[in-house]
Structures are given as C-alpha cells and as structure tokens.
C-alpha cells in the first residue's frame, strides 16, 4: 500500500484513518510501529515515551492486557500535516474480569513522508457487559 502523505485532502485523512484502524485491529506492534517515525514522540494517558522500539514495548504490553481488543477510529478533522479521531475500543480485562470499552480522542502530527512524528491520546474507560459489546 502506497504511504498516504500530507498534505491531507478529506478522502486521504479518512483512508489514513482507517489504515491505522486496520493496523491496530492485527494487534501486532511490529507492524503498527512502522506507521510512525523512528523518533515518534508518544502521549497514551499518562504515559510519555519516544520512538518505535518504545512504541513495539508498549503495544506488547497493551495487548497482554486488553484481551480481545476491537477498535474503531472516526475522522474528527484533519488539516495539511494533522489529523484527529475520536475513537472507541473494547477489551477484555482478565485480571479483573471484566468487559471495558475505552472511549478517546487522538491528535496525529505526520511529517512529509506520511510517517507520524507526534500522537496525543487521551482516554476513557468504562466497564460493561458482555452483552452491551457492539464492536
């Protein structure tokens, strides 16, 4: 697939939109990690951190943790070199026994070769049934 670059027209943020979801819908890090530069700078909640081998360690770690994860971004807007989403995912979490669905926003900044240099995510999560999951 060919990188989607900036600057970003309405059907090129949402079909970059929807190659993150697809990509984060493997729950493999490796693969997710190459979307982002080699010095991508990280906020995920309270978490700060900087680059791909980051980014590989806490997805790893995310996925060990949030069994059965199924995602779904929405463009929320986008400009040349950014784009929002709003974003909603559900997990299970094993230690508690519990379904979640993890509502939030994330705020990409891509440099010109489409790779994300920047993402800012703040989140949400709420505990639900197993049968309340519509994802």
């Known amino acids: 697939m060919t990188t989607l670059k900036p600057p970003f027209t ?3 943020a949402a079909a970059k939109v929807q ?4 990509a984060w819908n493997t729950k493999n890090p490796e693969k997710v990690s190459l979307a982002y530069t080699e010095d991508s700078q990280w906020r995920n909640r309270g978490e700060f ?4 081998s980051a980014i590989v360690d806490f997805l790893k770690r995310k996925w060990e943790k949030e069994l059965h994860y199924k995602l779904k971004k929405h ?3 986008y400009t040349d070199n ?3 989403v709003r974003f909603e995912y559900e997990w299970y979490d094993q230690e508690n026994k519990q379904w979640m669905r993890t509502h ?3 705020h990409w900044e891509f440099n010109g070769e489409g790779l994300m240099q920047i993402r800012d995510m ?3 999560d709420i505990p ?3 049968t309340d999951r519509k994802l």
């Open 104 to 106: 939030g926003n994330e």
């Open 75 to 77: 463009l929320w807007s």
């Open 82 to 84: 950014r784009i929002s």
């Open 49 to 52: 951190f900087t680059g791909r």
């Open 10 to 12: 309405g059907e090129t």
């Open 122 to 124: 703040s989140a949400n």
């Open 128 to 130: 639900i049934e197993e």
């Open 19 to 22: 190659a993150a979801e697809d």
